[in-house]
């Protein structure tokens, strides 16, 4: 019943558009469903007892009713993963792929299908290096379709009505879950099961898509967009967690044994780090590796407040301003495919 009234009530500013464009002869908008897998193309595994990625993109767009009635939707299937199997070079697929469909005149937008929990960073990877102003949507589903309550037909619904918005141009990528719009840089997971899950704790979502309408009540600030050279490889950039006792060993590993291009630090409070922990990040800069310092703490940015701040800084560290680790990380790779400077890796991440 919900799902019925869901698809008649979507008659608000995007059917409006779909319902002009019919009476002057032209066709709905188009959009490109990529689809990657996760809880949104989940079915249940009898064999294993528990769910796994299964279905196809087109499957689930075919499940999604009122979808034709807003938009032309073709789907392209660009992998099929649970998003802990999420990779770079999936990444790279995708941006590629996205800038060359968001090029072709007809093309609204893009709505890439993806598992919930890598997703906040393959939104902020595409909203980093893809340089159309066409939006692009992030989607999936916190409950599988083999549930009764399943969300996945509702967001995807959603996401398409947000992509066909003439409000959405220009807001890069975003994600859209629960009937909420929140930019990449900012979004984050919260909860591991509620289907409120994805939120912007510091800032607040940028807009809604109720049962009326598709409505911004502001824009993403603090975009930028870096353009990679095709056939580019991404550099193997580590997380570091801090916490009390820790001792940087793990890195110090890792560098000696060749295997780290960059370093992300998940540190404590400002982004703190243990004085043995700090005394490895000096090999790690000696080495010229790259080192970015965030915050474990989920809300609030990064001054240089305490003597560690400084000390930090005087190594070469760059601050990672309000990004989590996972997100600096994104962005220390993409910004490392054109320098390893720490003077422009901090003009990125200032940005």
């Known amino acids: 019943m919900i799902r019925h009234l869901i698809a008649r009530t979507t008659l608000g500013c995007a059917l409006t558009l779909v319902i002009t464009a019919q ?25 294993t007892g528990a769910l796994r990625a299964a279905l196809t993109g087109e499957e689930i767009v075919a499940a999604v009713e009122g979808l034709s009635e807003i ?46 929990d890598t997703l906040e960073e393959t939104a902020y990877f595409l909203d980093l290096t893809v340089a159309s102003e ?13 549930m009764s309550d399943t969300d996945g037909p509702r967001n995807m619904l959603n996401a398409v009505r947000v992509v066909v918005s003439d409000e959405a141009r220009g807001m890069g990528t975003m994600v859209v879950m629960n009937g909420q719009i929140n930019a990449a840089r900012e979004v984050t997971k919260t909860n591991t099961l509620d289907v409120e899950t994805f939120q912007t704790l510091d800032f607040g979502l940028l807009g809604i898509a109720d049962i009326e309408t598709v409505r911004f009540y502001r824009a993403p600030m603090r975009r930028q967009t870096i ?9 193997n950039v580590v997380i570091l967690s801090e ?5 940087g060993r793990m890195l110090e590993l890792l560098l000696e044994a060749g295997e780290v291009d960059g370093v992300v630090v998940a540190g404590l409070g400002l982004a703190h780090v243990s004085t043995p922990t700090l005394e ?43 990004l989590s680790p996972w997100k600096a990380r994104v962005l220390l790779m993409v910004a490392m495919t054109h320098t390893t400077e720490v003077d422009q890796l901090r003009a990125y991440f200032d940005r």
């Open 23 to 47: 009476l002057l002869g032209q066709e709905p908008p188009r959009v490109v469903v990529l689809a990657t897998g996760g809880t949104i193309a989940s079915t249940y595994d009898e064999a």
């Open 71 to 116: 938009a032309r939707v073709s789907v392209e299937q660009v992998a099929n993963v649970n998003s802990r199997d999420m990779t770079p070079a999936i990444w790279l697929d995708l941006t590629a792929r996205a800038n060359a469909l968001l090029a072709e005149p007809d093309v609204a937008g893009i709505v890439v299908t993806h598992g919930t």
């Open 134 to 146: 066409k939006p692009i949507v992030v989607v999936g589903a916190q409950r599988a379709p083999t």
């Open 227 to 235: 353009e990679l050279s095709p056939g580019v490889d991404l550099p």
């Open 243 to 247: 916490y009390a006792g820790a001792d």
């Open 280 to 322: 490895v990040l000096r090999k790690v800069r000696s080495a010229g590796v790259p080192v970015v310092v965030a915050s474990r703490v989920p809300t609030g940015r990064i001054v240089p407040l305490y003597a560690n701040n400084v000390d930090l800084l005087n190594i070469g560290a760059v601050q990672a301003d309000n």
